[in-house]
């Protein structure tokens, strides 16, 4: 072994005692300080006394982990931080918008994900350089890089959608950058660019079912378990995601009232995790009220009392609604109605509808209906939900009740 071998960035150096005792001293970089100045750590190891061959290697090994180790103390540091002069857009992403602003616990494992997912090519085009000297021509750059010569696995060409995704979670990135001051406004790229240059979403054909087409589904419909046909009749008559749906527990219905309240949605987790399934909010944020017709209110009060009989329980409180076949206080899996309703159309020779094309019905026979745009966005949860039920006064409650009455009413 030479005297001083470098490994990666650290170096390894053989060292004699007077007792004639071999050490060898290890030294490496960990980083840079505020200042940009490298960092370096050493120690000293005993020789473990193995043949050369084997020596070297032991040491080598050893030397490799230490200095990983060193690193990852000193990236964890309290002490450390990113100096906002030269933090390139890989440190940044990794070492404070993806602890601080992705995993900070307010995001379901799938949205932690996705952001992943969208922040690793970002990383490998623009990673070294530093946040500061990214500007608005090299996003058009890569924009136009992304539109016509990057390609995925398959040899295709880039989709709009991933495209305006990545974009999307760029602009995110640096106006969480200029938020926390490692940028100015006018270094923001985003802050130049105009919205004829930005890139658009794929316009998608809304599916719905007309009239005609519900009265067949609802007639199909009526020959499913009774747990099934009130699952889909709740998408249906109420506009209530998947997620929303399954999360529902029994303390959620006012039967009285004829409501019911959502406050929880169940995602699949994300790759890795130990967990199925995640239980959050919903995707506003924000706990809703929905009202449900006097029939669907008598329909569940049925299936509570199949329900009971099944299990043999009588406190079904935090029970979920539609559980799954284990265990009653347990959803069931957040793809399983998708793949139930696949089959159910298959099998019926119906129209392939998503849960989400469902949602997408209510909303559509509910504008029909003439029924208020936003009352319609309340009840569904949309994203402004909340600001919209706060700056229109007066009549929403009696509003989303004539919506979910029109619809709930009518075909079947």
């Given at each position: ?50 043949t ?13 982990a ?5 690193k ?7 002490a ?18 993806m ?21 690793a090519?970002?990383?490998g ?27 995925q ?5 880039l ?24 940028i ?11 919205a ?100 669907m ?9 199949t ?73 569904l ?20 009740r ?11």
């Open positions: 072994m030479r005297r001083a071998e470098a490994l990666k960035m650290a170096t390894i150096e053989v060292k004699t005692k007077k007792t004639g005792e071999v050490v060898y001293r290890l030294r490496c970089c960990v980083g840079r300080d505020s200042l940009n100045k490298q960092v370096f750590r050493s120690m000293t190891i005993p020789s473990p006394k193995l050369p061959a084997k020596e070297r290697k032991a040491i080598e090994t050893a030397a490799a230490w200095e990983n180790e060193e990852e103390k000193y990236k964890a540091s309290p450390r931080k990113l100096n906002k002069r030269t933090v390139t857009f890989a440190e940044y992403v990794d070492e404070h918008w602890p601080n602003s992705v995993k900070n616990g307010l995001h379901t494992p799938d949205t932690v994900q996705f952001y992943e997912h969208m922040a090519p970002l990383k085009h623009f990673g070294k350089a530093p946040l500061t000297a990214i500007t608005k021509e090299e996003v058009i750059k890569y924009l136009n890089f992304m539109r016509n010569t990057e390609k696995r398959n040899g295709k060409p989709s709009a959608s991933t495209v305006k995704h990545r974009y999307d979670v760029l602009r995110i990135i640096f106006n969480d950058a200029e938020g926390f001051d490692y100015t406004m006018e270094q923001n790229p985003f802050r130049h660019i105009k004829k240059e930005r890139p658009k979403h794929e316009q998608k054909p809304v599916v719905w079912m007309d009239e005609a087409q519900e009265k067949v589904f609802m007639a199909a419909l009526d020959a499913a378990p009774e747990n099934w046909r009130l699952l889909v009749k709740l998408m249906l008559k109420t506009g209530l995601r998947r997620g929303e749906v399954i999360g529902l527990q029994w303390q959620d219905v006012a039967f009285e009232k004829k409501q019911i309240t959502i406050q929880r949605n169940v995602t699949p987790a994300g790759k890795g995790s130990d967990e199925k399934y995640h239980i959050g909010k919903p995707k506003s944020k924000k706990a809703r009220v929905v009202p449900i017709t006097a029939e209110a008598g329909q569940l009060k049925d299936w509570q009392a329900q009971a009989a099944r299990y043999d329980c009588i406190a079904l409180n935090e029970a979920y609604i539609f559980s799954s076949d284990a265990d009653l206080f347990k959803p069931m899996y957040p793809t399983t109605p998708t793949a139930w309703l696949h089959d159910f159309e298959k099998k019926n020779g119906l129209p392939d509808m998503s849960p989400h094309d469902l949602r997408h019905t209510f909303a559509t026979r509910a504008q029909q209906k003439g029924v208020d745009i936003r009352t319609v966005q309340t009840i949860g949309h994203s402004d939900a909340g600001v919209t039920f706060e700056s229109y006064s007066g009549t929403n409650d009696e509003a989303m004539e919506a979910v009455e029109a619809v709930g009413n009518s075909a079947g």
